[in-house]
């Protein structure tokens, strides 16, 4: 079972990368996003993909939850918040490479930087706290990322 919470919250290991594994994770979601995009699986207008974050929410905090009695609290290998932050910044933005990288830059400033209540959310107990603050990351950059698409 450990093994398979560990797949989850690494993001299929990403989280191991011994220099910057949030970096790392969210690197993850992106390749993701271009095979969803590669093999026309969805669209991140889609109801298909709004699952695809909630069900991989989901399973990021129980995951994370199982892993903190063997890792501690908020453990820098748990990088699934990273995939998920990162899928939520492109919620309803049309792929592009340009978009993509756009919303790569967007998501990391606010969940490294941590402004406007994103540090309040790492003190909620568990994986909730792990993945909360990157939710908002991700809802933060999202927001900025379509303004920046509506206006150039």
Known sequence: MKIIHTLIATALGAGFS???????????????L???EQLKLFSTYSISYLLLII??????????????????KDP???????????WI???????SYLNVL???????????????????LEKLPGG????A??????IYANLVLQLIIVFI
Do not use: Q
């Open 18 to 32: 011994p220099f910057a594994p949030g970096t790392a994770g969210a690197i993850v979601a992106c390749i993701i």
């Open 34 to 36: 271009w095979l969803i």
């Open 55 to 72: 069900s991989c929410t989901t399973l990021g905090v129980i995951s994370t939850n199982y892993l903190e009695k063997h890792w501690g």
């Open 76 to 86: 820098s290998k748990v990088v699934m918040d990273e995939v998920i932050g990162m």
């Open 89 to 95: 910044t492109m919620v309803f933005v049309p792929f």
């Open 102 to 120: 756009m919303a790569f830059i967007l998501f990391r400033f606010f969940d490294i930087a941590k402004p406007l209540g994103i540090r309040k």
């Open 128 to 131: 909730i706290g792990v993945m």
């Open 133 to 138: 603050d990157d939710i908002l990351a991700g």
